[in-house]
């Protein structure tokens, strides 16, 4: 049982270049987020999606898009990276009534 | 709107003294609560939760939390601290409607054992 699968784990990108990270989940939830965590400042919500097909914004979405593909899959996209978008970033999914459980992470530098 | 406060961002206690981490919360309705553990360069890992269940909920580790809704806190404790509890601790709150669901955390507290 893979659980919550983020791809990649690490990535470096120069200013101005995008990427779409990647996050799958096998446990059939229907909520799904994605976080940035920066030193002291814990994990901020970028977006959620509540259900299939539905996606909203959370504390931090400037910069960012997301797609809901599936069920499964919630990617996270940087159309033109900033430095300031230098983080780790954690996708999460949860059923309806308990915790989220998260994957490994992704660690992204932008030079 | 929800947010998560957990006042000092590090917190030192001693070999075998109480730990005491503190979590407040505001929530428009009633919520479910987390604390999770991250220990360096690793993810996240659940502590324990409360899901409207008993107030008193007991987690990993020794850690125990209690829901005060009068209070709105989630404060985290364990009875005698051990080397192996230093880490980042994290309190969260979902807040869950029919089109909505939000997990929020809090900052995180640091916490050092000193032995």
Redesign the interface.
Known sequence: NAGVTQTPKFQVLKTGQSMTLQCAQDMNH??M?W?RQDP??????IY?S??EG?T?K??VPNGYNVSRLNKREFSLRLESAAPSQTSVY?C?S?P?????F????TRLTVV | AQSVTQLGSHVSVSEGALVLLRCNYSSSVPPYLFWYVQYPNQGLQLLLKYTSAATLVKGINGFEAEFKKSETSFHLTKPSAHMSDAAEYFCAVRTLKTSYDKVIFGPGTSLSVIP
């Open positions: 229907n909520s987020y976080y002291g400042m814990g994990l901020r919500l959620y509540a259900s539905t909203d959370g504390e954690f999460a949860a309806r009534d308990t915790e989220a998260f994957g490994q992470g």
